[in-house]
């Protein structure tokens, strides 16, 4: 019977130290995917080895279904996308919206003409 609940005190205290690491580590914390090096939140860029994260477009539906674009140059220039129409006949579409200026979003969907795309940040 000792035995039991020395055993049983003794998950308590591994389960409360597993909670207690989870839950010191920020959840916005983000990590450089070449060195695997945690990254300050303003950083564009590793700053150790130089990796910078990019982004993509996967194209679904069109003439480029099954291909993959990757997109090199950041617009405003704060590592984030920007998608403008710029006076297109049909317009722009992203997430079934119409728009003409979107700073892109993970998992945003695009859509010009018959072609769509998912947006996607590596």
Known sequence: MIGLIVGGAALLLVIVGIMAKRS?????QRVCGG???????????CLFCGWAPGARLE????????QT???????????N???AD??????????????PKKTLEPG???RVGNTE?????D
């Not at 795309?117 to 940040?121: H, I, M, Q, T, Y």
């Open 69 to 79: 674009l990757q997109l090199t140059d950041d617009v405003p220039g704060d590592g």
């Open 86 to 99: 710029l006076g297109s006949t049909n317009g722009v579409y992203v997430n079934g919206h119409k728009v």
């Open 108 to 110: 945003d969907i695009i």
């Open 81 to 83: 996308y920007e998608l």
């Open 59 to 66: 194209f679904i539906l069109g003439p480029m279904a099954n």
């Open 117 to 121: 795309a998912v947006f996607k940040r």
């Open 24 to 28: 010191a580590a920020p959840a916005s």
């Open 35 to 45: 060195c695997r090096r945690v990254m300050l939140p303003v950083w564009t860029k």
